[in-house]
């Protein structure tokens, strides 16, 4: 029971993160920057915000986005961030269906527990990828962009992203472990076999002697 709600715990965390993920790729709230100087920009109240696929500029009377399409004169940092954040969005999808095909209450034909904990074991194994790229990227981007830009605060989306990679950097390594503490449960149909092996009674001897012996 223990480590079903273990194996459950980190799916659901796993796929929290997995959503985070595709919000912060999804939304351009990742940083706040400023064009001109510090004092210029407050005095202004002019500011900017940039994601993976827009660049805004914000101000009392205006906001207009502009789409970052023309990938060839992108930052290398950028294309990067987007790379790595659509890695992790679509691994997810193979990453949860192994998981889920995993849990000990989802029983399917022919399952094992060898091959639930192969699946817990590649299951695991992607979401601690997706969590990887997504750090990476999330790291890297207001941190290339700071070089770049004067950086003024983090956004939503970054913030998004750091929990998603956080999220499933834990639902990962619980599933992981669940994988090492679970190899030595028994199989459900084994067992079963097992107790019918044991519980039969041994053959009863065949009557051909006892008629012999009567007949002589």
Request: aromatic share 6%; charged share 10%.
């Amino acid at each position: 029971m223990a480590h079903m709600c273990r194996h459950l715990t980190g799916s659901v965390a796993s796929c929290a993160g997995w959503v985070s993920l595709i919000v912060a790729t999804s939304t351009n709230d990742w940083v706040t920057t400023c064009d001109y100087s510090l004092a210029t920009c407050v005095r202004l109240d002019e500011l900017a915000t940039q994601g993976l696929w827009a660049e805004c500029v914000i101000a009392p009377a205006l906001y207009h986005c502009v789409s970052l399409n023309q990938i060839l004169s992108l930052p290398a940092y950028l294309q990067t961030s987007r790379a790595l954040m659509i890695v992790a969005c679509l691994l997810g999808l193979p990453a949860m269906l192994l998981v889920v095909m995993s849990l000990p209450c989802v029983r399917l034909p022919n399952d094992t527990t060898a091959v639930k904990r192969r699946r817990a074991l590649v299951g695991g194994i992607l979401i601690l990828i997706m969590a990887v790229c997504g750090a990476v990227a999330t790291i890297w981007f207001p941190v290339a962009t700071n070089m770049e830009k004067a950086l003024m605060a983090f956004g939503f989306s970054l913030y998004t992203g750091w929990v998603g990679a956080g999220l499933c950097l834990c639902g990962g390594s619980i599933i992981l472990c669940c994988h090492g503490s679970g190899a030595a449960l028994p199989i459900r149909e084994n067992s079963f076999y097992y107790s019918r092996q044991s519980g039969r009674a041994a053959p009863l001897d065949p009557p051909a002697n006892h008629a012999k012996s009567v007949h002589v």
